[in-house]
């Protein structure tokens, strides 16, 4: 039976029935690929703050040069060489970038994993093992540390 305190004891289910560590050693594992799981979810969170820079900077471009949303990405060489041209006083800026589809699905399925990736980390946390509570807070922090200075970008 699951307990519901603090513990270092092994025994518990850990996000499936048959992941199910009961020695030190498989506990000592379980904790290795959360401390990965909690680093891959930093990495993930800096490069989609990345991404969106280079995704705003794109949009400003191509809403600069008149170019169409859809066009996008057929040819990126054309549209960086064609000069920003300044946009006339009547016209209003715009204020959220445009839809650009293949911006928006990857943003999208980024977020969704970084999403499933939190909720397995919750979920391991709620077993109350003590252990894999010390690892994942470890993890989140080396990770901030290791990929935190990418997720400020200088728009």
């Not at 400003?60 to 060489?81: H, P, R």
């Amino acid at each position: 039976m699951m307990k519901n305190y603090l513990h270092f004891t092994a025994g518990d289910n850990l996000l499936f029935q048959t992941w199910h560590p009961d020695s030190s050693g498989a506990i000592a594992g379980a904790c290795i690929g959360l401390v990965v799981v909690a680093l891959f979810e930093r990495w993930l969170s800096a490069t989609r703050t990345g991404l969106q820079s280079y995704w705003h900077q794109r949009a400003l471009a191509l809403s600069a040069n008149g170019t169409l949303a859809e066009k996008c990405c057929e040819d990126e060489d054309a549209v960086s060489a064609q000069p920003v041209s300044k946009s006339a006083p009547s016209q209003k800026k715009r204020t959220v970038p445009p839809f650009i589809v293949t911006h928006d699905i990857l943003r999208g399925s980024i977020y969704a994993i970084q999403a499933l990736l939190g909720y397995i980390l919750m979920l391991a946390v709620m077993t109350f093992q003590a252990a894999y509570v010390i690892s994942i807070i470890l993890g989140l922090g080396i990770g901030e540390i290791l990929f935190g200075r990418m997720s400020y970008s200088s728009n």
